[in-house]
């Protein structure tokens, strides 16, 4: 992820508790390809999803966003399929933590789960954590990540960053 | 500083006297798991991040069991990738065959894991492994690539909610509805990031089986780990075990918690979690006739020995629905094998029933036992997501093995105390 990074998209709105079975059903599990899982993207929730999105946009949902199963396929897909990320009120740690640990840029803001509508234009800010919502003229402010997980996503996914400091062992 | 039982064991393997919640540590992992869905994933990201050692190839375990017996050619390539680095990489715990078993049962039958330990898994069920006093959490696959190259992971120091389970069980009722009826008045993100501390009388006399089936299930309520102080009974579940020492820790008496929760056990009568949620949790009692195609027994939440003696006992003598398929998977090699002693599978295939060797499968939607649109299924398995067994149209009943039994039975979700 560089610098002054600038997302632009439109939203595309579900509940709470999207689950990782409806984000990548388990049967396409037997491949970890990202274009293959890409296809699949969301397909238990809504089978129209991957025609519907293009690339830049973003999937803005509720509570607990992405509970369930480890398989970090369920960020993979979204970041294969060319959404800009994710924007929830919450996070299932596991999604949480394999967003993070792949790149997938995910914010947090109440505000914003609450204003956007399917359909609204995004601009999102991932440096300052700004939401600015160009259809109802609007901003919001995600939660900033703690500095800890800001190194991961500054060196580009956890394993960068653990070779980027020096050995414990 | 009075310390949980987690923090106590996150602490001493960061290497610090004490922990608070929220804070960042990267504490030294004992065990690093993976299985055949998220490891070549991990596998490739271990490649590409230059490792070329895994940090300890005792403390690796790899098991080969959601989509094994191979189910078609993509999953046997997967399992070719994960098992050629093994072999490579000399890990001792390499599980596919005849050794394999659904993990969670696996680990800890084989002594793996044992209390104290601090397992990170990629699977979200790892969580199991705190029935044994240990801490275990489950993890995505790039965090398996750094423990198994570092033999470390950050991690942040969760807040406990405690439970406390008190009263007299009711007939039929087990590990496995107290944890569902606990999810149910939680909900799926009721203990979101958090440890799920249990303890009480209740859980005090439980046996191990029930024990892995409630912390296994912590995931389900969103938890970070689940954890229940190891006593007289854990001891004697891992005395024949054991290979190496381990650590027996417990909560400080006057331990922070963020919540705690007293439940009575009494008001418990055996639980069903209806579609789409393990939250959706009502009694069995309170359904209306809910007909089924197809019944699992099996799986890392109830797959052990002691969930079948259940089953058979309720099944035996007894036919299998005409409507209904029952499906028999023991969770591990050891498990079958002491099942087929005991005459358990017998009773199963003689009442119409269908034994599976050890797998994931049906659990997850793998194989071994798919749903069409419109089917109904009551499993003693641990999800039952949208599309978790099959079609998204198809449905999954979470239950007990008694329930589950009986439904099978039945031909109808039902409680066991509705048979003769």
């Known amino acids: 992820m560089s610098k002054n990074m600038i997302l632009k998209g439109n939203a595309h709105k579900y509940g709470s508790n999207i689950n990782t079975d409806e984000i990548i059903p388990a049967r396409y599990l037997n491949t970890s390809d990202p274009a293959e899982l890409a296809k699949h993207c969301m397909e238990d929730l809504d089978t129209e999803f991957i025609k519907k999105a293009r690339a830049g946009d973003f999937i803005v949902a509720e509570d607990n966003f992405g509970c369930g199963s480890s398989r970090e396929h369920a960020p993979v897909s979204i970041k294969a399929a060319g959404l800009s990320g994710v924007i929830a009120r919450s996070y299932a740690r596991i999604f949480f933590r394999n967003s993070i640990n792949i790149g997938l840029p995910i914010l947090e803001c109440d505000e914003a789960v609450q204003k956007i509508k399917t359909g609204d234009a995004l601009e999102v800010d991932l440096v300052t954590g700004e939401i600015r919502n160009l259809t109802r003229k609007e901003v919001y402010r995600a939660q900033p990540f703690p500095e800890f997980m800001q190194e991961i996503i500054k060196k580009g996914g956890l394993l960068e960053y653990i070779k980027s400091k020096p050995s414990k062992r | 500083m009075p310390q949980t039982i987690t923090e106590r064991i996150l602490a001493y393997h960061a290497g610090k006297k004490a922990v608070e919640p929220g804070e960042f540590i990267e504490p030294k992992v004992d065990i690093a798991l993976g299985n055949d869905v998220t490891s070549p994933l991990a596998i490739k990201e271990f490649r590409k991040a230059g490792a070329t050692k895994v940090f300890d190839r005792s403390k690796v375990v790899l098991v080969m069991d959601h989509f094994t017996p191979n189910k078609d050619i993509n999953s046997a390539e997967q399992v070719k990738f994960v098992r050629e680095f093994a072999r490579e990489q000399k890990i001792k715990n390499y599980f596919e065959g005849a050794t394999v078993g659904v993990e969670h049962a696996l680990l800890p039958e084989l002594g793996l894991v044992l209390p104290g330990d601090l397992v990170i898994g990629a699977d979200s069920h790892t969580c199991t492994y705190g029935a044994l006093g240990a801490f275990s959490s489950g993890v995505g696959s790039t965090d398996l690539a750094a423990a198994m190259s570092t033999g470390r992971l950050w991690l942040k120091v969760p807040s406990a909610i405690k439970f406390i389970y008190k009263g007299k069980l009711n007939k039929w009722v087990g590990g496995k509805d107290l944890i569902l009826y606990t999810i149910g008045m ?235």
């Open chain 2, 186 to 420: 939680i909900g799926v993100d009721g203990a979101l990031y958090q440890t799920m501390e249990l303890s009480g009388p209740v859980i005090e006399k439980l046996p191990m089986s029930d024990r892995f089936a409630m912390t296994n299930m912590a995931i389900e309520a969103g938890g970070k780990n689940g954890i229940i102080q190891p006593d007289a009974i854990t001891l004697e579940y891992i005395k024949k075990r054991a290979g190496r020492s381990y650590k027996l820790y417990r909560s400080d008496p006057d331990a922070r918690y963020a919540q705690v929760i007293e439940i009575d056990c009494s008001k418990i009568q055996p639980q069903v979690s209806l579609p789409f949620l393990p939250s959706n949790t009502k009694a069995v009692r309170e359904l209306k006739r809910i007909d089924i195609d197809q019944v699992v027994i099996g799986s890392c939440t109830n797959g052990r020995i002691e969930d079948f003696r259940i089953a058979a006992k309720i099944i035996k003598g007894k036919k299998v629905n005409p409507n209904v398929r029952l499906f028999i998977i023991p969770a591990t090699p050891a498990v079958y094998s002491q099942a087929l002693k005991e005459g358990l599978l017998e009773i199963f295939m003689n009442a119409g029933g269908v034994v599976s060797a050890p797998t994931c499968g049906p659990c997850l939607g793998g194989h071994m036992g798919i749903l069409a649109s419109g089917e109904r299924c009551v499993a003693t398995t641990n999800r039952n997501f949208v599309g978790r067994m099959g079609h998204p149209k198809s449905e999954v009943y979470l239950a007990s093995p008694a329930v589950a039994a009986a439904s099978a039975v039945k031909g109808y979700i039902a409680g066991p105390d509705t048979l003769r």
